[in-house]
């Protein structure tokens, strides 16, 4: 379970909604520079993981360590879990406590992006102001705090440029430079899917959590698209965390595979070894437990 | 209406209708539409309950009244269906070319916008060489002051509601706030107006921040609920705190914005005297004109640059996404509170320029009509259009005048007529009628704040308006 270099450690992960477990004591790692995959069947609890990944949710119980910069010296990590802050923020690396800070303080300073599993652009907005928005945070500062810009400051007008610099990149690597001045909501099912992905990236993070991807695409979208994150991960030196349902995608791109099932973990590992689990297996097709039982005895013998 | 729906489609469902078939389907659903008048005229129009000679109560039967809305109800229907299929025609037909449209509209805007200011400018003079100096007066006042006030209030506004998409109904609570925020500084420290309209907007801009703590968790009703109740709250505590802002009886003697110092009365020190011209209450109201108009120049110049700038981008971001925007790292709770706070500000500095212009101010004049006829003003022009809030807010308060005008009118209708008050049957008829032909305002697409290659208007179906 453990990676060499964890990125993001997921230890003992749990969210209740009142009487219903959604995620029941659920641990896992994504290495740093890998693509990995979260799946499972319907309502297993993936995206309730996302949530709390991003902050969107307050987990009930557990710890959700992401390390910038290296690995976290564990007497560092306890010594911050200990203190109750929410980060410890050095030149050599810092370590973030997600499970203890709001979503867009996850989004802003741990740098995890996520897109949704139903798009959520802004619609009347351009394709361009959806890349701009992205990238609040570093304007707002080249802004002086929107005193510097009101007056015209040189320093907001340059790095409004290189915003633009910047989502023109990601126009040009998601292919959508020709509707770049098109509103958000007019453009077709697939190039909403693959603006999501652009918007995420303008933020420049170390993480990035995709939840459904490919639902609704045709195969050839789905093909460009496994391209596509391939390429990022070269290019970025970025992790992915990622939702699938489509097992071409998971199996094609993902460097290692969790498996939820009801909330918990049910496989992890290769996609090779995960596709192969008799538990995998019994959780998509609903085997009966017997039959399982049977097929790990068979699988030990 | 429903009753008159189906009819009407059928005609149009058959390739190529006669005209007779159309006439015939025409009266039928006229007819249709005649018997619904009659069905409301009859328990709302028919009988009316007066007293006799004796104080005795008897109903008075008014028959003619009914016949009357049911032939008006059926004529104007009548008419629509006749009449309709010419104006089908002709907003079928420029679909085709849609990008020179969109161009053109845009520079039929931006020359709307360059000629109204530069004839806002010449106003006052414009007024003084058409109408003279007795007729003048009135003019710029009630129509150009009066009508700038409204102007700023709707710009500050749509901050909230047009970019943020923040239901605001208590708008007028800063705009109190920086009118009483004046009126005490006045009194009690001897502030002169030019320090007191920054310290205005600075208290309503608080009182901004500290409305918007309570309301950010709300989202669409119960947002505008609370803000409404907001603005009463704020009414109530001006009405009954006697001691501080004397409650119904208001606060009078504040004085009226100075030219550099010098005030505009007869006196030797005045205005008049300093540069050698003969008295007159005119060059008060000319001055106060093109402070209100500069006021109002600032709040759109300021808009204007803020919707380039993270923040603006920030407000209209979260308008059509609040999940999305805190999934990219922006603060959701500052970006609103910032909304509500530049919004009242502005709401602020309009409360504080109405104080000094006035010269007394009471709670009467701070209810919940003025916040509704600003968020009218907001909605009729086009949320987050400058130019359409512009537009609306000259025919909304400029139309309230015009009515005051219509003396004639009496000719017609006998001398008991009164125009203004029928200023409201007006408003909601033109609201109605608006609301159909245009629903989402006047001018109700969006132009974008950046753009790579071409600026194209965003449509209006597609901008959100915000849930809270």
Redesign the interface.
């Known amino acids: 379970m453990s990676a060499a270099d964890p990125l993001l450690a997921v230890e003992h992960l749990s969210m209740r909604f009142g009487g219903l477990i959604a995620i029941d004591d659920l641990s896992f790692a994504a290495a740093r520079g890998e693509i990995t995959a979260i799946i499972g069947p319907n309502g297993a609890g993936k995206t309730t993981v996302f949530n709390c990944v991003t902050g969107f949710y307050k987990p009930s119980g557990g710890r959700i360590v992401l390390s910038l910069g290296g690995p976290p010296a564990p007497e560092a990590l306890d010594t911050l879990t200990a203190s109750g802050r929410r980060s410890r923020v050095t030149a050599a690396g810092s370590i973030f406590l997600l499970e203890r800070m709001p979503d867009h303080e996850v989004a802003a300073h741990a740098k995890v992006a996520r897109t949704f599993q139903n798009i959520r652009l802004f619609p009347g907005m351009t394709v361009l102001e959806n890349l701009i928005v992205a990238q609040h945070n570093p304007l707002m500062r080249a802004s002086g705090w929107t005193v510097l810009g009101l007056l015209g400051a040189r320093r907001y007008l340059a790095a409004e440029r290189q915003a633009v610099d910047r989502a023109r990149y990601w126009l040009d690597q998601t292919a959508l430079t020709d509707r770049a001045d098109d509103a958000a909501g007019d453009l077709p099912y697939g190039a909403q899917r693959r603006l999501e992905i652009a918007r995420a990236m303008c933020t420049q993070p170390q993480l990035l959590c995709l939840d459904e991807p490919a639902a609704g695409l045709n195969p050839r979208e789905t093909a460009d698209l496994t391209e596509l994150l391939q390429s990022i991960r070269r290019a970025h030196a970025l992790s992915i965390l990622l939702i699938e349902h489509d097992m071409s995608v998971v199996m094609g791109i993902s460097d290692h595979v969790v498996v939820l099932d009801y909330g918990q973990k049910i496989a992890d590992g290769a996609p090779e070894s995960v596709r192969n689990d008799p538990k995998v297996i019994a959780a998509y097709l609903g085997v009966e437990d017997r039959e399982v039982a049977e097929a790990e005895a068979e699988i030990a013998r | 209406m429903a009753v008159a729906v189906p009819s009407s489609v059928s005609p149009a469902g058959s390739d190529t209708p006669s005209v007779g078939s159309r006439l015939v389907a025409a009266v039928k659903d006229a007819a249709g539409t005649a018997l619904l008048a009659l069905g409301l005229a009859v328990p709302i129009l028919a009988l009316r309950l007066d007293q006799d000679i004796n104080n005795q109560p008897f109903l008075r039967p008014r028959w003619d009244y009914v016949a009357t809305a049911v032939a008006v109800a059926f004529a104007a229907r009548l008419a629509y269906l006749l009449i309709r299929p010419a104006f089908a025609g002709r907003r079928a037909a420029p679909t085709r070319a849609t990008a020179p449209a969109a161009t053109s509209a845009r520079r039929i805007a931006q020359a709307l916008a360059v000629g109204g200011l530069i004839l806002l400018v010449i106003y006052p003079l414009l007024m003084l060489a058409l109408v003279g100096r007795a007729g003048a007066i009135k003019w710029i006042d009630n129509f150009g002051i009066q009508i700038l006030i409204y102007v700023m209030l709707g710009w500050g506004l749509n901050i909230v509601v047009g970019l943020a998409g923040l239901l605001d109904l208590g708008y007028v609570a800063f705009y109190a706030v920086g009118a009483y925020s004046t009126a005490l500084l006045v009194h009690n420290f001897g502030f002169g107006f030019w320090l007191c309209l920054p310290l205005a907007g600075i208290f309503a801009a608080l009182w901004g921040i500290l409305l918007g703590f309570p309301v950010l968790r709300l989202r669409g009703d119960y947002l505008a609920i609370v803000t409404l109740a907001f603005g009463e709250i704020i009414r109530l505590v001006l009405i009954n705190w006697v001691p501080v802002t004397n409650g119904y009886a208001g606060i009078s003697g504040i004085p009226r914005p100075t030219f550099f110092g010098l005030p505009f009365n007869a006196s030797d020190e005045g205005f008049a005297a300093f540069f050698g011209l003969e008295f007159t209450p005119l060059h008060r109201t000319i001055f106060l004109f093109y402070v209100i108009l500069a006021l109002a120049l600032l709040t759109n110049w ?1 808009t204007l ?2 919707r380039r ?3 603006g ?2 407000w ?2 979260l ?3 609040e ?10 709770t500052n970006t609103k509170l ?1 909304a509500f706070a530049i919004g009242a500000g502005f709401g602020g500095f309009a409360g504080s320029f109405f104080a000094a212009r006035q010269g007394f101010i009471s709670p009467e004049s701070f209810t919940f009509m003025e916040s509704a006829i600003v968020v009218a003003i907001v909605v009729l022009g086009g949320m987050g259009s400058q130019l359409g809030v512009a537009i609306a807010a000259i025919a909304m308060i400029g139309g309230t005048e015009i009515l005051r005008e219509l003396d004639w009118l009496k000719q017609v209708f006998g001398p008991d007529f009164e125009p203004t008050q029928y200023r409201m049957l007006v408003f909601g008829l033109a609201m109605v009628v608006l609301m159909i032909w245009r629903p989402r305002g006047l001018i109700a697409t ?1 132009q ?9 208007a ?2 209006a179906s ?3 308006e915000g849930r809270g």
């Open positions: 300021v640059r803020l700038l993270p923040v981008r920030a209209e971001a308008r059509e996404d999940i999305a925007c805190r999934s990219l790292g922006i603060n959701t910032t969006r974008p704040s950046i753009f790579l290659r071409e600026r194209r965003v449509k597609l901008v959100k």
